[in-house]
C-alpha cells in the first residue's frame, strides 16, 4: 500500500518570502502522479501543482514549484513571495498511473501554513 | 457558481440514526468520487463512480455505508446506523476522465458536509 507523509504539521512564512513544505511517500509502483492540494478554511480543496512521476523535469505554477526526487521518493512544494491568501491546510497526495491501480489519492496528514504580514 | 455542491453542509444526528449526503457533481463530469477527512487528517477515500457505475471501494466502507449515482449524475451517500466514530467531514468530488488513467484529469471537490454523530 502507497503511504504519503507529511512531517511539518505547522509552517510560518513571512509575506513576500519563500517557504518550502516537504513530503516523502512510499511506493513499489514506478508509474505515479503527485500531487499538492490546499484547503482554505471554506474546507474546498483546491489543487495547486500536478507532477508526472515519468518527467524529470519539476512543475511549476507561477509561485508555485515542486522539487521532485524521485529516488528518495521526496516531493516537496516550494511557495515564493508569499501572500496572505496562500495560508491554509497543505495536502501531498499520490495516485498510481499503474494499469490494474487503484484510481484513489492517498493524502497525507497535511501541513498547516501561517502567513505573518 | 457551477461547482461541485453538498448538501447538507452540516449534520448532527444522534448514534443509531440514519443520514445521507447529496452531492452534484459539475454537469459534463462523468466521474465522482467520496472521501472522509477527521480532525487533523488528510482525506481518506470511500469509493468512485464512473457514470452511474461504482468502480471502486474502500475497505473503510463498511455495510453500514452505501452509495448511489443514478443516472450518472448527482450522488448520495448513506450511513446507517450511525456511530461515534463517523463523524467526520465527508467529500465530494467530481471530474471529466475521458481515459483511465488521465495524467490531465483534475479533481474538483465540494466544501464538505460535516458530521457530527452525538
Known amino acids: 500500500a502507497q503511504t504519503v507523509t507529511q512531517s511539518q504539521p505547522e509552517m510560518s512564512v513571512q509575506e513576500a518570502e519563500t517557504v518550502t513544505l516537504s513530503c516523502t511517500y512510499d511506493?513499489?509502483?514506478?508509474?505515479?502522479?503527485l500531487f499538492w492540494y490546499k484547503q482554505p478554511p471554506s474546507r474546498q480543496m483546491i489543487l495547486v501543482i500536478r507532477?508526472?512521476?515519468?518527467?524529470?523535469q519539476n512543475a511549476t505554477e507561477n509561485r508555485f514549484s515542486v522539487n521532485f526526487q524521485k529516488a528518495a521518493k521526496s516531493f516537496s512544494l516550494k511557495i515564493s513571495d508569499s501572500q496572505l491568501g496562500d495560508a491554509a491546510m497543505y495536502f501531498c497526495?499520490?495516485?498510481?498511473?499503474?494499469?490494474?491501480?487503484?484510481?484513489?489519492?492517498?493524502f497525507g496528514k497535511g501541513t498547516k501554513l501561517t502567513v505573518n504580514p | 457558481d457551477t461547482g461541485v455542491s453538498q448538501d447538507p453542509r452540516h449534520k448532527i444526528t444522534k448514534r443509531g440514526q440514519n443520514v445521507t449526503f447529496r452531492c452534484d457533481p459539475i454537469s459534463e463530469h462523468n466521474r465522482l468520487y467520496w472521501y472522509r477527512q477527521t480532525l487533523g487528517q488528510g482525506p481518506e477515500f470511500l469509493t468512485y463512480?464512473?457514470?452511474?457505475?461504482?468502480?471502486?471501494k474502500s475497505r473503510l466502507l463498511s455495510d453500514r455505508f452505501s452509495a448511489e449515482r443514478p443516472k450518472g449524475s448527482f450522488s448520495t451517500l448513506e450511513i446507517q446506523r450511525t456511530e461515534q466514530g463517523d463523524s467526520a467531514m465527508y467529500l465530494c468530488?467530481?471530474?471529466?476522465?475521458?481515459?483511465?488513467?488521465?495524467?490531465?484529469?483534475?479533481?474538483?471537490f465540494g466544501s464538505g458536509t460535516q458530521l457530527s454523530v452525538l
Open positions: 468530488a467530481s471530474s471529466l476522465a475521458l481515459l483511465r488513467r488521465s495524467p490531465n484529469e483534475k479533481l474538483f
Open positions: 497526495a499520490y495516485r498510481s498511473a499503474s494499469q490494474g491501480g487503484s484510481e484513489k489519492l492517498v
Open positions: 507532477q508526472e512521476a515519468y518527467k524529470q
Open positions: 511506493t513499489s509502483e514506478s508509474d505515479y502522479y
Open positions: 463512480f464512473q457514470n452511474e457505475a461504482q468502480l471502486e
